[in-house]
C-alpha cells in the first residue's frame, strides 16, 4: 500500500485509495480528474463520477468545474502541476481539452447510484426484457400491505392455531416483518419451503415431559431460590406451546444460561428457546415476505430502491457491446458500496487497458449499518485488489496539528472500526495554515476534556465560549470566535431538544435542525382549522376554533367567548371571502388575505422560535401551494392534517430549513454531519450503543463475510460486536469534524468513548488533550437579533387596467379578462313538452350550441361530400345527446343548409373560395372607451334601436373574436352568427318580434355592430378600391331553430357605411 | 421562400407588419396563415400586429407542424390513433404473450407513442419501412415487423398521404392561403423545411428569424472553437443547426447595431460581434443565490417595486415572470404579490384552475383501482375532485359524512369475503347502520341527521357498485364488452350524467379482439389527455408561465424564477427504442437543447434588466450549489475584470415583519370569580384548567382527525385502545358483552385475537373494581369559605376509581385524586380511596383529615375560580412536577411545548406559550395544590 499522488497512479486499472476523513478526498479525485482529461486525453462524456446523494453529486459538479477553470489558469501561467509530473505532456493540448471538458461540463456524468442505475435500466432494460417501471421510494403501505396478506395466506395454508402461536398474531407478524425489508440478502437459516409444523406442539409436550420427569435434578442445582424456580417450572408445566410460556418465565432461564453450563439446567433453557422447526418456519416466512412483496411491485408495476439496483446489475450482466463507454471511471464514498452496486460496476466496466477506475472510501466513516450497509464488503474488495493497487491518503488538511495528534493519541489503542481494520495515524497537512484555538492569550489543547457533559454544562460551555468570543479573549487567529463558528454534535435528538431548551433559558439561541417534517410542528397543526373555518364558514365550531389559534391571534383575556369578540363577525366575513377568492383565484390569494387581515405576519414574536415558525409556515405554504392544486378548502383541510398527522422523517423537501445564518449555534447529529467540517466542535453525547431489541424472530450484524439476518439463538454476540465497532465509526466521524478543537465530557462504562480510552487517563494522552472545567461566567451576552425587513411601497398603485374582450366579455358585468371565450348563446334547456317536434326536441345548452356551431364551420371549411356530413355527425357525436336524436341532427343540418341567405345563395352553394368559416379578429381600442360611447355610436345605424348598455365602464384593451362565417355574395361581403337559442317548442316561436325581443335581450345587435366594424377593418386592409357603400352587405343572425319558421328564422340588416364609420371615428384607435 | 434574418425581434414584427400590409392579390377571405413557434408567441404577435394596423382579422396563427398537416390534409384524427392503438396493443399481445400485465401496458404505451412520433417525424420511414431505407441497427429490426403488422390493420395512412403531398402539393388547399409567414421558429424539421420548400412556389412566404449574429458562427464546426462566444457556443446548438439548413438561400438581413448602454447590453454586443471579453455586472442584471422559493420571491418583489419606482411610465405589461417549475412559483408569487394595501401590491393574474371533466376524473377511478385493487381513499378522492363534486352536487358536509361511512363501513381493501370487503361495506351502508345513533357520526356542527334521508349515500353506494363491477369483471373481455362494462361503470359513477363515452365509433375493426380491462382503460387514458398550460398574462397582471412562453418575445424585463441545476434545463430521458433518438435528423425535437435555447432567447430579447435566481443553498447541508449550466456560462460572463461577484447570495430564512404588533394590556380583563361549583365542573376545570379555560371561550385546539382510508388497521392503535379501555369503563362492559363490543367496531381489525383482546383492555383488576358495586354519596353542599361546592351524582369512598392509562401521572390520574380530595373534604374517614390502572396496580389516597383535606379543596377553588384568567397549572406535567418537587425541593423543572406529555394537548401551549413566567407560576401552583396530594398517596400494588 502507498502513499496516494495522482502522478503514481497508472493510466489504467482499478484501484483503491483509503482516504481518512480530512486527507482531500475530493481534491484527489478532482486532480485524478484534470489529469484524465488533460494528460490522458479522455473524453468529458467518458468521465464518469459515483457518489451517494444527490447533495454531493451537484457540489462535485461544482467542485469539478472549479478546478477545470483553476487549472486552465495554471496552465497558462505555466504553473500547473501537471506540467511539471508529466513532461512529455504539452500545454496547449491541456488547455484545448480542459476548456472543450469545460464547455461541455455536463457531459461529464456525475451521478448517485441510484441515478446511474435508474439511467442504466430506463436505458437498455427494455431491450433486453428488464422492464423500467418508475421507482417508488414510499413503499411502507404496500408492505404492510404484503404482510397482512401473506399472514392470511399463512393462516390458509398451515391453520390458524398454529400460526398465531408461532408468530403471535398479526399485529407481532406485521412487526416481525421488519426484517424481511432490511436490505440484506443473506438469511440464516435460509428457507424456501415451510418447514413440517404437524409436530411442533407434540415435541414441545414430549420435551417438557422428559424434563419434568426429572425435575429433582433440577432443584438440586446449588445457587438458585427455590420458590421461584418453582413457580417458574410450573409455569412451562402448563404452557402447551413455547409461546404459552410466560416471558418473564422464559427470561429467568435465559438470563441464568452461563450461570449453570454443563448442567441440567441447559434443557430447560434450550426448551424455552426457540426450536429449529420454529426458527425455520421464521425464515421461511421471511422469504415468502420477499418473494410477495417482488411479486406486488410487479403486479403494480414499479419498482423499489433495492429492486433498481438489482435490475441495474441485471442488466450490466447482460450488456455486450452496447454498454456505457465510459474510461474513466471515479468512485466517491467506496465504502458505502455494497454487492449489488459494485456487480452492477465489475460487470458494466471489466478491467480493460484503456479504462480506469478508482474507487474512494474509507472505511472508518462507514455508519450506515443502522440501514443494512455492508462493511465486511468493502474489506473483500481490498483484499481481491493487488497490494500496488492500493493506495492511501493520510495527510490531513482539515484539522489542527493539536487535533490531528490527539486523534491519533487517543485512538493509538486497541481501537477497530471494523472487521480486519485499524487505525493508522495520520499527518496534518498545513499546520501553519489552521491556527488553534486561543482562550486568554493561551494556545489551547485540541481536545479539552470536561467532566460531565450534561446538556446543562454544554449550554453554560457554549455561553462562556460565545462570551470570551465577544470581549476578544477567544480567537482562531486574530478571529473572535463567534456562535457559527461552533458546532453541538449530539448522538441522539433527545440530547439535541434538551440543549435547545437550556439555551433558551441561558439566552443562546440554538439551531437544531429537527428530523420531523415540517408539518408536524404546531404551527403548520394550526393551519388544519384555518382551512376547516374556510370550508365551513358558516359553522360556528369551526369558526371558533379558528379564532383560538395563534395564527388568527384573538386575545384570550378579554372576557367572554370569543364569538362574543367584535372581531369574530369580522373573521367570519372574511372566512367567507376567503372561500369565495379561493374558487376565484386560488388557495394562495385567499389563504395570504386571511393572514392579512388577520395581522398574522405581525403577531410572530420576534424570537428564534417566533423565527423559526414564521419560516416553517411559509415552507409548508409553498409545498401546499404546489401539491394541494385544484383541492377544495375541505380537501385542503384533509391534505393538511394528513401531512401534519405523518410519522414520517422529513425529506430534503420537508426538512426544516435553518432560518437564520448567524447569531445561532447549530447542534447537529453526527450522522447528519458527515462530510461536513466546524471549527470548534462540542461532542455533547456520549456514543451509546441501543439495547438490543427485544421479542424480535432475529438481528442482523455484518460479520466477516458480510451483512447478515441471524434467526438462530446465536444472533446477539455477533450482533453486539458490530454495533460496538459501529459505534466506534460514529465516533471517529463525530470527532473528526474539528478544525481548531473539540470539546469532549468523560464517559460512563459502555460507551463507544470509555472503550476508545481502555483505561487511560488524559495526562497519558499527551500535551493534545487537556481536561478542563466549565467555566461559570456572569457575563451577559449579546442576546440574539431577529432579522427583520419592512415590505417595500411603490410610489404609484398599479391596478390593473388593461384587458382583451369578447363581446361576451363585454356585457359582462364584471367587466373582468375574458380571453376569447366564445358568447354563450344558450342559457336555460329544453322542457321537453308534447309540442316539441323535430330539432325542437333536440335539448339545448352550450355544448348542443357548440356541436351544431362545429358542424356548420367544419361544412364550411371545404368543399363537402353529403355523405361525410353523415359520417362527420356521427364521429363527433356529444356526449351529452342521446344517439336517438343523430337523424334529428341530420335533417336539422340540411335545412340549415339550404337556407336561402343571400339572393340565390345557400350555404351548400356556396363555393369555398367565397366564404371563410370563423375568421378572427381583432380590434384595438381607444384608451379610456367607456362601453357607452360604443353603444351611442351604433346609433349611427339606420336600424338601430335604443340600447342601453348593462353596466358603463372603461373598456381599455383590445376586442377580440370570431365571426361564425363571412361569405361574398355578389360582390358583397355578408355576416353569418349562427343563433341556437331556444325560443319556444316549435316554429311558430321563432317570428320576427320573437327573434328581435330574443336579440335585444341578448345584447346581440351590440355584436352585430362590433363584427360589421371588424369587417369594414378587414377589407379596408386586405381589399384594393375598397368602398363600403359598395362591398358591405348583410349581417344576418340565423336562429337554427326557426329554420322552418316562415322567415328561416333569419334577422337580417344592411351594414351601412355611416354606421361603421362613426363606430370606427368613435371607438377605434388609428394609428 | 424568403428568408428575414435580424438580432432585433422588433424588426422582424415590422416585416410582419409590412408584409400584411402590403397588397395581397387573392381575396380577402383568404386567409394569411401566421405560422408561430408557441401559442403565447402567437397571442403576443396578434397584439403587436393589431397596435401597429390598426386590425387584424382573417389570419390564420398556427405552428409549423399544424400547418404542414393541415396543407397535406393527413392530420392523424382520433379515428386512426384508436386503431394505432388497438394494432399495437394485440399484435404486441400476440407476440409476447408471457409478458406480465404492467409490463405490457408500459411497452405498448411507449410503442404508441414512439409511433406517433415516427407518423410525425419520419413519416418517410413508414412509408418504406425496409432495412436499407432505414438507418437501423440489427437488434431493432423488430420494428420494421412490428410496423408491417400494424399497418396491416389500420384504416388511414396519414403517413403516406403526408408524403405524397409533399410530391404532389393540393394546390385547391393552396390556393386558398393568401400568405405564409414563418415567425423566429425554435426549430425546422428536415419534413418541414422540405414542404415549406414544395409548397410555397405559388404562395409569398417569409421566414423571419432571429439571429443572435450575423457573424457565420453557425457553420459546421464553428460552435466548436474556442474564440466563438460561450453563449453562442453554450446555448445556440440548436438553432445553428437551423440555420446551416437555411444556409443557401440569399436572406434579407436587418441587423440591428446595438448600444451598450449596459452591461447586459454589452454582452448582447459581444455575442453580436461573437468576441469575448469580462463584463462587469450592473443594474441590469441580478443574480441571486437564494435559500428558498419564498425567499426569491421576496427579493424578487422589492427588486420589481424597484425598477417600477423609478419612472412611473413603467407598467407591469413589461414583466415576464418565468420559471421551469410554475406550479411551484405561481402560489407563491400571488401569495407574496398580493397585499391588500395597493401600493405593497403587484397584481397578479388567477392562478388557472384545473378542472378536469367528470368522465376524467371517473376513468382515473376506473383505472386506478383495476391497477391497484379496491381502495377506499381513492374512492374519496374522487367524489371530492371539483367536476364530481359539481356534477352530484355534493356539499362539504355531505363529503364530511362521506368520508365517516368511508371509515364506518369499513370499506377497505380486503380478501373476498372478508368483513372489510366493498360488498360488505356495501351492505352495511344500505341497511343504514350507521344510523346507528350510537356510533353515529357525532360532528359539532351538524344535527344527526340519518343517512337514508341523505343523497350523499346514494352517491357513495353508486360509486362502490360501479367499483364493483370492474372489480368482478374478468381480466380480459372482447373490446367492444370491455367498452360496455366501462361505459355502464361511468354511468353509475356520475349517476347517470355520463350516459355515454361514445367509443363504438372508434374501435369497429377491433371489436372482437380479445383485451384486457387495463389495456381498455389505459387506452381511454391516453385517449382523454389534457395538457395544462398556464397562459402568459399579456396584460398588466404579473403571471407565472413557463419559459419556452416568452421565447420570441422582447420583454422589458424578465425574471427567471428557479433556475436550479437540475431543472432548467431538465435531463431527458429518450425511449432505448426510439430510433428517432438513436438517428437524428437536425431540426429534430431534442428537450433540453430546446431549454438551453429558450434561455439565449431570453437573455437577446430582454431590454431592460434580467432577473435570474436559484436556490444556491442545499436545504439540509447547507453546501452550496450552482445553477443550471447554462445560467453558469451567462454568470461567467459577468466575471469582469475587477474581482466583484456576479452574483448575490441571500442569508438563510425569511425575515419577519419590522412591525410586530404590541401585545394588548394585560390587565384588561376584570376578574369573574366562580363561587358556586358542581362537583362535575370542579373536576373538569381544575384537572384541565387550559382545556377548560378554552371551553369556555368557545373554541377546541384538537385537530380534526382524518384516518387514512387506505390503511387497513393492523392493530388497535393508540388511540382506539384508549377508546376502547373509555368503551369499556363507561359502558361497563363485561367478557361477554367486550366480545359483541368488538364485532361491532369496524375500526379494530378482523384478525385481532380476542383472548388477547381481552387480556389488554380488560384486565382482571379493572374487571374486579366494576364488580365492586357502590353507592352514589348523598347529594349535599361543601361550603368553604366564599366557594360552595355541590356535591352529587359521585361514588362513594369504597368505589375504586379507573385510570384508563397505565400509570395515575397524568390529567386523569390528577382528576381522580381531586375526586378523592373532595371526598375526604366531606366527612371524616379512616378509609383510603383507591385508584386503579389498566395495568392491574392498586394505589391508595388517603385517607386526608378534613381540615386539611377543607383547606386544600379551599386552595385549589381559589386557584381556579377566575373564569376570565386560565390557571396557569400545566396539569399534563403537574404530578410529575409534584414527584421531582419531592425529590428535590429546590429543583426547577422548565416548560417544555415539545413535552411528550403535552403533544395531544395543545390548549396549554396556545394559552401559556408567550407568557414568560409560566416555568414559575406552574411550580408554584404545583408546590401549593399538588405536592400537598402526592404525600397521601401510597405505594401501588397489585390487589383490590
Known amino acids: 500500500m502507498e502513499r496516494f499522488k495522482p502522478e503514481l497512479l497508472p493510466g489504467s486499472g482499478r484501484h483503491l485509495i483509503e482516504a481518512s476523513a480530512g486527507t482531500g478526498k475530493t481534491y484527489a479525485l478532482m486532480s485524478l480528474m484534470m489529469r484524465a482529461i488533460a494528460v490522458d486525453g479522455h473524453q468529458p462524456e467518458h468521465c464518469l463520477l459515483m457518489t451517494f446523494t444527490r447533495a454531493s453529486t451537484r457540489e462535485l459538479r461544482a467542485r469539478v468545474r472549479e478546478r477545470l477553470i483553476e487549472e486552465i489558469e495554471l496552465l497558462k501561467r505555466d504553473q500547473s502541476e501537471l506540467t511539471a509530473s508529466y513532461p512529455e505532456f504539452s500545454k496547449d493540448i491541456g488547455i484545448d481539452r480542459l476548456s472543450r471538458a469545460l464547455r461541455q461540463i455536463d457531459a461529464i456524468e456525475i451521478q448517485t447510484i441510484h441515478g446511474f442505475a435508474i439511467r442504466l435500466v430506463n436505458d437498455f432494460g427494455p431491450s433486453i426484457g428488464i422492464p423500467s417501471f418508475p421507482v417508488e421510494t414510499e413503499v411502507g403501505s404496500i408492505r404492510q400491505e404484503v404482510a397482512i396478506d401473506c399472514y392470511r395466506q399463512l393462516i390458509k395454508d398451515q391453520g390458524i392455531q398454529i400460526v398465531r402461536s408461532l408468530t403471535g398474531g398479526l399485529t407481532a407478524f406485521v412487526s416481525h416483518a421488519e426484517l424481511a425489508w432490511k436490505p440484506i440478502d443473506d438469511i440464516k437459516p435460509s428457507q424456501t419451503v415451510c418447514p413440517d409444523l404437524s409436530g411442533i406442539v407434540s415435541e414441545f409436550t414430549e420435551r417438557k415431559d422428559a424434563l419434568l420427569a426429572d425435575i429433582d435434578s433440577l432443584f438440586a442445582l446449588k445457587g438458585m431460590t427455590r420458590q421461584s424456580l418453582e413457580t417458574h417450572c410450573g409455569n412451562i408445566e402448563k404452557a402447551t406451546t413455547r409461546q404459552n410460556i410466560p416471558e418473564k418465565s422464559a427470561k429467568y432461564f435465559l438470563e441464568r444460561e452461563d450461570k449453570f453450563t454443563g448442567t441440567v439446567f441447559d434443557h430447560w433453557v434450550e426448551l424455552v428457546k426457540p426450536s429449529d422447526t420454529e426458527i425455520k418456519f421464521r425464515a421461511y416466512c421471511l422469504h415468502q415476505l420477499r418473494q410477495q412483496f417482488r411479486q406486488r411491485l410487479n403486479d403494480l408495476g414499479i419498482t423499489d430502491n433495492d429492486q433498481v439496483i438489482r435490475d441495474a446489475a441485471a442488466v450490466a450482466n447482460r450488456l455486450k457491446n452496447e454498454s456505457p463507454k465510459h474510461t474513466l471511471i471515479l468512485v466517491d464514498e467506496f465504502q458505502d458500496t455494497d454487492r449489488h452496486q459494485w456487480a452492477m460496476l465489475d460487470q458494466l466496466y471489466p478491467d480493460e487497458p484503456d479504462r480506469l477506475m478508482v474507487m474512494v472510501g474509507d472505511p472508518k466513516q462507514a455508519i450506515y449499518r443502522f440501514r443494512g450497509a455492508d462493511t465486511a464488503f468493502y474489506h473483500q474488495i481490498r483484499k481481491s485488489l493487488p497490494e500496488q493497487s492500493l493506495w492511501y491518503l493520510d495527510t490531513v488538511y482539515r484539522s489542527s496539528q493539536t487535533v490531528v495528534d490527539g486523534l491519533n493519541a487517543l485512538f493509538d489503542g486497541d481501537y477497530s472500526v471494523g472487521n480486519d481494520l485499524q487505525y493508522h495515524p495520520l499527518k496534518a497537512g498545513r499546520p501553519q495554515d489552521i491556527p488553534p484555538l486561543t482562550m486568554n492569550h493561551r494556545e489551547v489543547a485540541g481536545f479539552q476534556w470536561i467532566d460531565s457533559l450534561s446538556p446543562e454544562s454544554v449550554v453554560k460551555l457554549t455561553q462562556y465560549l460565545v462570551a470570551s468570543g465577544q470581549q476578544g479573549s477567544c480567537k482562531i487567529g486574530s478571529q473572535p470566535i463567534t456562535e457559527k463558528d461552533i458546532c453541538i454534535l449530539v448522538q441522539s435528538r433527545g440530547t439535541a431538544q434538551k440543549i435547545k431548551h437550556i439555551g433558551e433559558r441561558f439566552g443562546l439561541a440554538f439551531h437544531y435542525q429537527n428530523k420531523a417534517s415540517i408539518f408536524s410542528r404546531r404551527i403548520a397543526k394550526e393551519m388544519v382549522f384555518i382551512l376547516e373555518a374556510i370550508a365551513n364558514p358558516d359553522d360556528l365550531s369551526s369558526v371558533t376554533s379558528a379564532a383560538s389559534t395563534t395564527l388568527m391571534g384573538f386575545d384570550l383575556k378579554i372576557p367572554g367567548q370569543l364569538s362574543e369578540q367584535s372581531r369574530f363577525v369580522e373573521l367570519q366575513t372574511e372566512l367567507f371571502n376567503a372561500r369565495d377568492l379561493w374558487k376565484s383565484d386560488g388557495p394562495a390569494v385567499a389563504i395570504t388575505r386571511l393572514f392579512e387581515t388577520c395581522l398574522t405576519a405581525q403577531r410572530i414574536p420576534h424570537t428564534l422560535n417566533g423565527l423559526e415558525d414564521w419560516n416553517v409556515l411559509t415552507h409548508c405554504l409553498e409545498i401546499f401551494g404546489e401539491d394541494a392544486k385544484g383541492l377544495s378548502p375541505l380537501e385542503a383541510a384533509l391534505w393538511w392534517s394528513q401531512q401534519a398527522a405523518s410519522k414520517k422523517d422529513a425529506d430534503d423537501r420537508t426538512s426544516q430549513r435553518p432560518p437564520v445564518e448567524s447569531g445561532v449555534v447549530t447542534i447537529n447529529t453526527i450522522h447528519g454531519s458527515k462530510g461536513l467540517e466546524y471549527r470548534v466542535v462540542i461532542l455533547a453525547d456520549e456514543i451509546k450503543g441501543k439495547s438490543m431489541p427485544k421479542n424480535t424472530w432475529g438481528l442482523d450484524y455484518c460479520d466477516h463475510n458480510g451483512s447478515v439476518i441471524d434467526l438462530t439463538n446465536r444472533a446477539f454476540e455477533p450482533a453486539l460486536q458490530d454495533q460496538e465497532q459501529d459505534l466506534n465509526r460514529l465516533l471517529y466521524v463525530g470527532l473528526t469534524r474539528a478544525k481548531h478543537a473539540i470539546f469532549l465530557g468523560f464517559s460512563d462504562t459502555g460507551s463507544a468513548l470509555h472503550r476508545l480510552l481502555h483505561g487511560r487517563d488524559i495526562q497519558s494522552l499527551g500535551p493534545d488533550h487537556q481536561g478542563i472545567e466549565v467555566p461559570s461566567i456572569d457575563d451577559v451576552i449579546d442576546s440574539f437579533e431577529v432579522p427583520t425587513a419592512s415590505p417595500p411601497y411603490l410610489k404609484r398603485p398599479r391596478i390593473p387596467s388593461w384587458f382583451f374582450r369578447s363581446f361576451s366579455g363585454l356585457i359582462k358585468h364584471d367587466g373582468g379578462h375574458d380571453i376569447a371565450s366564445k358568447a354563450s348563446d344558450e342559457s336555460y334547456e329544453v322542457v321537453e313538452t308534447n309540442f316539441n317536434e323535430k330539432w325542437h326536441m333536440v335539448p339545448g345548452g352550450t355544448d348542443t350550441g357548440n356541436f351544431i356551431h362545429a358542424i356548420l364551420e367544419w361544412h364550411a371549411d371545404e368543399q363537402r361530400e353529403s355523405f361525410a356530413l353523415e359520417q362527420f355527425i356521427k364521429s363527433n357525436w356529444p356526449l351529452h345527446l342521446d344517439p336517438s336524436h343523430e337523424p334529428v341532427v341530420h335533417d336539422w343540418i340540411r335545412q340549415i343548409l339550404s337556407t336561402e341567405l343571400a339572393s340565390q345563395t345557400t350555404l351548400e352553394t356556396l363555393g369555398s373560395n367565397k366564404k371563410k368559416p370563423e375568421p378572427q379578429f381583432e380590434l384595438p381600442l381607444k384608451t379610456g372607451l367607456h362601453l357607452q360611447e360604443l353603444f351611442q355610436a351604433c346609433e349611427a345605424f339606420s336600424w338601430w334601436n335604443p340600447l342601453a348598455p348593462p353596466i358603463d365602464q372603461t373598456i381599455n384593451g383590445h376586442l377580440i373574436g370570431f365571426i361564425d362565417l363571412v361569405f361574398e355574395a355578389d360582390g358583397r361581403f355578408h355576416i353569418v352568427d349562427y343563433k341556437t337559442n331556444h325560443l319556444g317548442p316549435n316554429d311558430h316561436a321563432y317570428s320576427d318580434e320573437r327573434i328581435e325581443l330574443a336579440m335585444e335581450q341578448a345584447f346581440y345587435p351590440i355584436q352585430a355592430a362590433i363584427y360589421s366594424l371588424a369587417l369594414h377593418r378587414w377589407l379596408k386592409s386586405r381589399l384594393t378600391n375598397y368602398d363600403p357603400n359598395k362591398h358591405l352587405g348583410d349581417v344576418i343572425y340565423l336562429f337554427c331553430r326557426g329554420i322552418g319558421a316562415p322567415n328561416r328564422g333569419i334577422w337580417r340588416r344592411p351594414i351601412e357605411a355611416q354606421g361603421v364609420l362613426a363606430l370606427e371615428e368613435c371607438c377605434l384607435c388609428t394609428q | ?944
Not at chain 2, 400584411?20 to 413557434?37: H, N, Q
Not at chain 2, 410530391?167 to 386558398?176: T, V
Not at chain 2, 362521506?402 to 366493498?422: C, K, M, N, P, V
Open chain 2, 1 to 944: 421562400m424568403q428568408c428575414v434574418f435580424s438580432n432585433d425581434l422588433n424588426t422582424l414584427v415590422e416585416t410582419v407588419a409590412g408584409v400584411l400590409s402590403a397588397e395581397s392579390f387573392k381575396s380577402p377571405l383568404a386567409p394569411d396563415w401566421l405560422i408561430v413557434p408557441n401559442q403565447d408567441t402567437g397571442r403576443w404577435l396578434q397584439i403587436e400586429l393589431t397596435d401597429r394596423l390598426g386590425s387584424l382579422a382573417n389570419t390564420k396563427v398556427t405552428t409549423l407542424s399544424d400547418f404542414v398537416w393541415t396543407m397535406s390534409d393527413a392530420q392523424p384524427d382520433r379515428q386512426f390513433e384508436s386503431s394505432l392503438y388497438w394494432a399495437i396493443a394485440t399484435v404486441w399481445r400476440e407476440t409476447y404473450p408471457q409478458l406480465s400485465e404492467p409490463e405490457y401496458l408500459q411497452q405498448v404505451r411507449h410503442l404508441f407513442e414512439i409511433f406517433q412520433r415516427y407518423l410525425t417525424e419520419r413519416p418517410d420511414w413508414l412509408v418504406h419501412p425496409d432495412k436499407t431505407t432505414l438507418p437501423i441497427q440489427q437488434s431493432d429490426s423488430w420494428q420494421i415487423d412490428l410496423w408491417k403488422a400494424i399497418e396491416a390493420q389500420l384504416t388511414a395512412a396519414p403517413h403516406q398521404k403526408l408524403m405524397k403531398a409533399l410530391k404532389e402539393p393540393n394546390s385547391e388547399r393552396l390556393d386558398s392561403i393568401a400568405r405564409i409567414i414563418i415567425f423566429n421558429p425554435d426549430r425546422i424539421s428536415i419534413l418541414a423545411l422540405n414542404a415549406l420548400k414544395t409548397w410555397t412556389h405559388q404562395i409569398p412566404c417569409f421566414l423571419c428569424i432571429q439571429s443572435p449574429s450575423p457573424e457565420l458562427w453557425f457553420t459546421q464546426g464553428a460552435l466548436e472553437l474556442p474564440e466563438t462566444h460561450p453563449i453562442l457556443a453554450d446555448l445556440c446548438r440548436e438553432k445553428a443547426k437551423v440555420f446551416s439548413m437555411l444556409s443557401d438561400d440569399n436572406p434579407v438581413e436587418g441587423y440591428v447595431q446595438i448600444e451598450p448602454k449596459s452591461a447586459l447590453d454589452q454582452l448582447k454586443l459581444q455575442i453580436f460581434n461573437n468576441t469575448n471579453t469580462p463584463i462587469t455586472i450592473d443594474h441590469s442584471v441580478a443574480l441571486v443565490s437564494a435559500t428558498s422559493p419564498t425567499q426569491e420571491v421576496i427579493e424578487l418583489k422589492r427588486w420589481l417595486i424597484d425598477w417600477l419606482n423609478v419612472d412611473p411610465n413603467r407598467n407591469l405589461d413589461q414583466v415576464h415572470i418565468v420559471t421551469p417549475n410554475p406550479a411551484l412559483y405561481g402560489p407563491i408569487v400571488q401569495r407574496i404579490f398580493h397585499a391588500s394595501d395597493l401600493l405593497q401590491r403587484l397584481p397578479t393574474s388567477p392562478d388557472p384552475i384545473i378542472i378536469q371533466s367528470i368522465e376524467v376524473a371517473a376513468i382515473k377511478l376506473l383505472a386506478d383501482t383495476c391497477r391497484a385493487g379496491f381502495k377506499a381513499g381513492t374512492i374519496y378522492t374522487f367524489l371530492s375532485d371539483i367536476a364530481v363534486r359539481e356534477t352530484l352536487k355534493l356539499s362539504d358536509q355531505q363529503l364530511r359524512h362521506i368520508r365517516d361511512w368511508i371509515r364506518e363501513s369499513g370499506a377497505r381493501r380486503g380478501l373476498s369475503g372478508h368483513r372489510h370487503t366493498l360488498q360488505a361495506a356495501k351492505k352495511r351502508l344500505l341497511k343504514g347502520l350507521m344510523a346507528d345513533p350510537d356510533s353515529a357520526f357525532v360532528t359539532d356542527s351538524t344535527p344527526t341527521e340519518s343517512i337514508e334521508q341523505t343523497e350523499g349515500l346514494d352517491r357513495l353506494v353508486g360509486v362502490l357498485s360501479a367499483i364493483e363491477q370492474i372489480l368482478f369483471a374478468p381480466d380480459v373481455m372482447g373490446l367492444q364488452e370491455a367498452i360496455q362494462l366501462v361505459e355502464r361503470a361511468v354511468n353509475r359513477l356520475t349517476l347517470g350524467q355520463v350516459q355515454s363515452l361514445n367509443l363504438t365509433p372508434f374501435i369497429t375493426q377491433f371489436a372482437d379482439a380479445e383485451v384486457s380491462k387495463t389495456s381498455v382503460l389505459q387506452w381511454i387514458e391516453l385517449r382523454q389527455k389534457t395538457g395544462l398550460s398556464r397562459p402568459l398574462a399579456l396584460n398588466d397582471q404579473l403571471s407565472v408561465t413557463a419559459p419556452q412562453t416568452i421565447r420570441s418575445i422582447p420583454n422589458q424585463v424578465v425574471a427567471i424564477l428557479g433556475a436550479n441545476h437540475d431543472t432548467f434545463p431538465q435531463e431527458t430521458n429518450e425511449h432505448p427504442w426510439d430510433l428517432i433518438a438513436k438517428n437524428p435528423r437536425p431540426g429534430d425535437l431534442i428537450e433540453s437543447e430546446k431549454e438551453r435555447q429558450v434561455l439565449a432567447d431570453i437573455v437577446l430579447n430582454t431590454e431592460d434588466q434580467l432577473w435570474i435566481s436559484w436556490i444556491g443553498k442545499h436545504p439540509i447541508h447547507q453546501t452550496e450549489e450552482l445553477p443550471g449550466p447554462g445560467i453558469v456560462s451567462f454568470i461567467d460572463c459577468f466575471k469582469g475584470a475587477d474581482t466583484v461577484e456576479p452574483m448575490r447570495k441571500l442569508p438563510s430564512g425569511i425575515t419577519l415583519d419590522s412591525k410586530p404588533l404590541q401585545d394588548s394590556d394585560t390587565d384588561s380583563a376584570v376578574p369573574k370569580i366562580q363561587h358556586t361549583w358542581t362537583i362535575h365542573d370542579f373536576l373538569s376545570v381544575a384537572a384541565e384548567p387550559a382545556i377548560a379555560f378554552l371551553r369556555e371561550k368557545g373554541g377546541r385546539m384538537r385537530s380534526p382527525e382524518f384516518p387514512e382510508l387506505n390503511i387497513e388497521p393492523l392493530s388497535i392503535d393508540t388511540l382506539n385502545a384508549f377508546k376502547m379501555k373509555q368503551g369499556f369503563v363507561e359502558q361497563a362492559l363485561t367478557q361477554d358483552t367486550l366480545i359483541e363490543f368488538l364485532t361491532h367496531y369496524p375500526e379494530l381489525p378482523d384478525e385481532i385475537d380476542l383472548n388477547e383482546a381481552l387480556q389488554n383492555y380488560a384486565p382482571s383488576l379493572v374487571a374486579d373494581a366494576f364488580s365492586i358495586s357502590t353507592e352514589l354519596v348523598e347529594p349535599s353542599e361543601l361550603t368553604l369559605g366564599e366557594f360552595t361546592l355541590q356535591v352529587d351524582g359521585i361514588k362513594t369512598i369504597e368505589a375504586p376509581r379507573i385510570v384508563i392509562k397505565s400509570s395515575i401521572d397524568g390529567v386523569r390520574g390528577l382528576r381522580a385524586l381531586l375526586e378523592g380530595l373532595v371526598l375526604f373534604a366531606m366527612k371524616p374517614t379512616e378509609e383510603s380511596f383507591r385508584l386503579v390502572t389498566f395495568n392491574n396496580r392498586v394505589t391508595p389516597f388517603g385517607p386526608i383529615p378534613v381540615d386539611e383535606a377543607r383547606q386544600l379543596l379551599k386552595d385549589w377553588l381559589e386557584a381556579i375560580c377566575d373564569r376570565h384568567a386560565p390557571c396557569p397549572l400545566i396539569a399534563p406535567l403537574a404530578l410529575k412536577t409534584a414527584r421531582a418537587l419531592n425529590k428535590d425541593d429546590s429543583t426547577l423543572p422548565w416548560i417544555h411545548w415539545s413535552d411528550e406529555a403535552l403533544a395531544h394537548q395543545p390548549e396549554y401551549q396556545r394559552i401559556f406559550q408567550s407568557d414568560p413566567h409560566i416555568s414559575e407560576n406552574h411550580l408554584a401552583l404545583t408546590k401549593s395544590l399538588v405536592k400537598p396530594l402526592l404525600q397521601y398517596l401510597g405505594k401501588s400494588r397489585g390487589t383490590l
